[in-house]
């Protein structure tokens, strides 16, 4: 079996009617002879069409960062609205409570990737997760997020490790924290799902670190 996984950085890009290998080459600051160029969109470079709908990949195409909706909410500071970030949010303001131990485990039984891998256009691991799976505390921390979330998260949680660290766990069946609870490493924060934009059963898993991305590759064991 041939393994789908681009083999470059790039962006898979479903064709807009109206779109143009100009257009489509601007919008994500690249040239059109790269997208022609690339050998698995199997253009017939004598006359290269693309029918709306289908997907062409843009190499070295570059789009916004995906940023979560929901800003980094450092325990002690104020929350931020359930009206702009869903029921989920928390009024924020916690004291105190449980901390990172500085080292981060699966929050998942299963160590395989199921989705997008860590790359520029998914700041995140799509980890495999059955519905209705345990899903698990990376580390200790506050939860300062816990609930529905707008904006293609679904069920989401999202934890304070107090060391500059968060985790967000998406896509959760259920939620089992609620706001301003200390959780300890490896304690059950929900169930797995497929909330929120979501092809199936999953977990995304973010690991930020003060306000930027960090790729969950480093940061947890071997798998
Ligand atoms: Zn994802």
């Known amino acids: 079996m041939e393994l789908k996984?681009?083999?470059?950085?790039?962006?898979?890009?479903?064709?807009?009617?109206g779109d143009t290998f100009d257009s489509v080459a601007a919008e994500f600051e690249t040239d059109p002879?790269?997208?022609?160029?690339?050998?698995?969109n199997k253009f017939?470079?004598?006359?290269?069409?693309?029918?709306?709908?289908s997907?062409?990949?843009?190499?070295?195409?570059?789009?916004?960062?995906?940023?979560?909706?929901?800003?980094?909410?450092?325990?002690?500071?104020?929350?931020?609205?359930?009206?702009?970030?869903?029921?989920g949010a928390c009024p924020g303001g916690y004291e105190g409570g449980a901390y990172g131990t500085g080292s981060f485990i699966w929050p998942t039984v299963n160590h395989t990737i199921s989705g997008n891998d860590y790359w520029s256009g998914h700041l995140a691991l799509d980890i495999g997760a059955a519905l209705g799976e345990p899903i698990s505390a990376s580390d200790?921390?506050?939860?300062?997020?816990?609930?529905?979330?707008?904006?293609?998260?679904?069920?989401?949680v999202?934890?304070?490790?107090?060391?500059?660290?968060?985790?967000?766990?998406?896509?959760?069946?259920?939620?089992?924290?609620?706001?301003?609870?200390?959780?300890?490493?490896?304690?059950?924060?929900?169930?797995g799902g497929s909330t929120g934009n979501s092809t199936g059963p999953h977990l995304?898993?973010?690991?930020?670190?003060?306000?930027?991305f960090v790729s969950p590759w480093y940061v947890l064991p071997a798998p």
């Open 5 to 17: 996984i681009p083999p470059i950085n790039g962006i898979y890009y479903q064709w807009q009617k």
């Open 33 to 40: 002879v790269e997208i022609l160029g690339w050998g698995g």
């Open 44 to 53: 017939d470079l004598t006359n290269p069409q693309v029918e709306p709908g």
């Open 55 to 87: 997907y062409v990949m843009v190499p070295d195409g570059k789009r916004a960062f995906q940023q979560w909706i929901v800003p980094i909410i450092p325990r002690g500071a104020a929350g931020v609205s359930t009206g702009m970030y869903g029921g």
């Open 140 to 156: 200790s921390g506050v939860i300062v997020f816990a609930g529905w979330s707008t904006g293609g998260y679904g069920n989401a």
């Open 158 to 191: 999202a934890i304070d490790h107090g060391n500059g660290y968060q985790t967000l766990y998406a896509h959760l069946n259920s939620v089992s924290v609620r706001c301003g609870q200390s959780v300890s490493q490896g304690q059950n924060i929900g169930y």
């Open 204 to 212: 995304h898993f973010e690991i930020r670190f003060q306000g930027g």
